[in-house]
């Protein structure tokens, strides 16, 4: 049966509470049967810029999504030729799995540079935008063509980003996943 899926898509180094939140409020929106959380590789122009190996920002984020209901996390991007780009992993989803209807999940922040993503026109021609905000962000700089894609949908805004998380600026106590944590410790990641 066909359903509605929302792919939700980074390089989640590493997951954070702000991602998972997200991705509940992805689904309790009630627009979306399930959201596909999709790890993307390092693309050529930030090879070696990940600070945590593909393997374990994996592992991560299974730890991190495990007990959210509807949401899975998917490695389909692996199998797709490099460079990862949105519209080709959408048109390639879209072909694998016709009989569901796929939505694009982003952060707020986002969608403000959403006109700066790869033939960004060509991906709203085939899927719709679901949003969640973020702090500090304004969508004021956001194209029109792209809001007028976009649902926004209730969200309490966090302040989390992976690069606070990879340069010790925030607790991580506070906005990590407990056994997230647990990993980077176990695994003394960042
Ligand atoms: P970095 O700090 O390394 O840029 P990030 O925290 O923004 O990372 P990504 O893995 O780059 O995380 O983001 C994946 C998706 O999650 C993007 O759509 C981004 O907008 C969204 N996102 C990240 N953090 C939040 C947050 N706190 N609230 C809502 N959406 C978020």
Same mark, same amino acid.
Not at 69 to 89: I, R
């Given at each position: +049966?066909?359903?509605?899926?929302?792919?939700?898509?980074?390089? *989640?180094?590493?997951?954070? !509470?702000?991602?998972?939140?997200?991705?509940?409020?992805?689904? /309790?929106?009630?627009?979306?049967?399930?959201?596909?959380? +999709?790890?993307? =590789?390092?693309?050529?122009?930030?090879?070696?810029?990940?600070?945590?190996?593909?393997?374990?920002?994996?592992? +991560?984020?299974?730890?991190?999504?495990?007990?959210?209901?509807?949401?899975?996390?998917? !490695?389909?991007?692996?199998? #797709?030729?490099? =460079?990862?780009? $949105?519209?080709?992993?959408? !048109?390639?989803?879209?072909?694998?799995?016709?009989?569901? $209807? *796929? *939505?694009?999940?982003?952060?707020?922040?986002?969608?403000?540079?959403?006109?700066?993503?790869?033939?960004?026109?060509?991906?709203?021609?085939?899927?719709?935008?679901?949003?969640?905000?973020? =702090?500090? /962000?304004?969508?004021?700089?956001?194209?029109?063509?792209?809001?007028?894609?976009?649902?926004?949908?209730?969200?309490?805004?966090?302040?989390?980003?992976? $690069?606070?998380?990879?340069?010790?600026?925030?607790?991580?106590?506070?906005?990590?996943?407990? /056994?997230?944590?647990?990993?980077?410790?176990?695994?003394? #990641?960042?």
């Amino acid at each position: +049966m066909g359903k509605r899926i929302g792919i939700f898509g980074g390089s *989640f180094d590493p997951v954070h !509470t702000g991602h998972v939140e997200a991705v509940a409020s992805f689904l /309790n929106s009630g627009l979306l049967d399930e959201v596909w959380v +999709m790890l993307t =590789p390092d693309p050529p122009h930030k090879l070696g810029k990940s600070k945590a190996s593909y393997s374990h920002r994996h592992a +991560m984020l299974e730890l991190a999504f495990a007990d959210l209901d509807s949401a899975f996390v998917s !490695t389909y991007e692996k199998d #797709l030729p490099y =460079p990862s780009y $949105t519209l080709q992993t959408l !048109t390639h989803l879209i072909q694998d799995y016709p009989v569901h $209807t *796929f *939505f694009l999940c982003l952060g707020g922040d986002s969608v403000s540079h959403f006109h700066e993503w790869y033939k960004f026109e060509d991906i709203l021609g085939i899927c719709s935008l679901i949003a969640a905000e973020r =702090p500090g /962000n304004s969508t004021e700089s956001a194209d029109p063509r792209v809001l007028e894609k976009t649902i926004f949908v209730e969200h309490i805004p966090l302040d989390i980003s992976s $690069t606070g998380v990879r340069s010790g600026t925030i607790d991580k106590g506070y906005h990590l996943p407990e /056994n997230v944590e647990h990993y980077i410790s176990k695994h003394k #990641l960042y």
